[in-house]
């Protein structure tokens, strides 16, 4: 009876420790799966980040012009 009480106590710890060990190893995919989209997450939000600050700011305005005035045109002796 003690011998039976024994073995099932061992055969509930080993059982225990497997299901750790293949949660563990079904769980490490899909971490790697979120911390990816985690990280495209990331860049979209910072490309949209520029995107906001691009179309939010005004434009700089340049500084205007020169009129450049024709020169007078010298004749050409035939």
Same mark, same amino acid.
């Given at each position: 009876?003690?011998?039976?009480?024994?073995?099932?106590?061992?055969?509930?710890?080993?059982?225990?420790?497997?299901?750790?060990?293949?949660?563990?190893?079904?769980?490490?995919?899909?971490?790697?799966?979120?911390?990816?989209?985690?990280?495209?997450?990331?860049?979209?939000?910072?490309?949209?980040?520029?995107?906001?600050?691009?179309?939010?700011? %005004? %434009?700089?305005?340049?500084?205007?012009?020169?009129?450049?005035?024709?020169? %007078?045109?010298?004749?050409?002796?035939?």
């Amino acid at each position: 009876m003690l011998e039976t009480i024994g073995w099932i106590y061992l055969g509930g710890i080993v059982g225990f420790i497997s299901a750790v060990v293949l949660i563990g190893i079904l769980r490490a995919g899909k971490q790697e799966d979120l911390e990816m989209e985690i990280q495209d997450l990331r860049t979209q939000r910072t490309l949209l980040k520029e995107e906001i600050f691009r179309l939010t700011t %005004p %434009p700089s305005k340049r500084p205007p012009r020169k009129k450049r005035t024709k020169r %007078p045109t010298q004749k050409r002796p035939n």
